[in-house]
């Protein structure tokens, strides 16, 4: 399905990343990874979003600012060393890679680029859209610490995905992003939990993945 190529930031940061779909489609995105590094999950969402929607997909392997190929299980020892990991980079420094992303698929004629980012991704997805211009539309689901930064300023369109039974986001985040951000899209499905989308967590709720996955889309095939 897709494949491993090598991308350089503008700081000359050189990062795997997984490339998906046609070069020559009409669409592009630029999906960001959990706290779990580059998994076969997000390999697959890629594979997903080129083989059935048409999407040119490129996927950063951001763990590679202070490891190599790091990709981590799903449990809570893959999550204490991936948020250790993610402790060591900057948040300037994955705004650059995945902006690397961009321009990369910019490079291939895609004017408009979409980011969509999960769990850690989606506070990544939030912060391309306030603090870069490189994208057309950006989409979040169950992204953690968004509230933090729901002040800022969006400069594309944006739509934000949460669980309502998510223990890492309290809802009081929710409701400080709907104050600062009432022309933002977001929907919370109530029987849903932190990591809902992703078939290889206990969390997985499949009817909150399939109407989130299926809204996404909606929203990409408007602004994109």
């Not at 004017?111 to 991704?121: A, E, P, S």
Request: hydrophobic share 40%; aromatic share 8%; charged share 20%.
């Amino acid at each position: 399905m897709g494949h491993i190529i090598s991308l350089t930031a503008a700081d000359t940061h050189h990062f795997a990343a997984y490339e998906a779909g046609d070069p020559k489609s009409k669409h592009a995105l630029v999906v960001v990874q959990e706290i779990f590094g580059l998994t076969a999950h997000i390999k697959a969402v890629c594979d997903e979003l080129a083989t059935h929607h048409g999407y040119h997909v490129i996927a950063p392997a951001l763990f590679d600012r202070v490891e190599r190929d790091a990709v981590l299980p799903y449990n809570e020892t893959g999550m204490k060393k991936g948020l250790d990991l993610r402790s060591k980079i900057e948040p300037e420094d994955l705004l650059a890679d995945v902006t690397a992303c961009a321009h990369a698929l910019n490079h291939h004629g895609h004017n408009k680029v979409g980011i969509l980012g999960f769990c850690w991704g989606g506070l990544i997805a939030w912060q391309a859209a306030t603090r870069t211009r490189d994208f057309a539309a950006a989409v979040s689901w169950y992204g953690g610490g968004i509230a933090q930064y729901s002040h800022e300023e969006a400069h594309c369109p944006v739509q934000l995905h949460f669980g309502g039974e998510d223990t890492h986001i309290p809802h009081t985040d929710i409701q400080t992003i709907r104050e600062n951000q009432p022309d933002v899209e977001i929907f919370v499905y109530d029987d849903a939990g932190h990591g809902f989308g992703c078939p290889d967590r206990p969390s997985f709720n499949k009817d909150a993945r399939d109407l989130a996955h299926e809204r996404t889309m909606s929203f990409f095939s408007s602004h994109l």
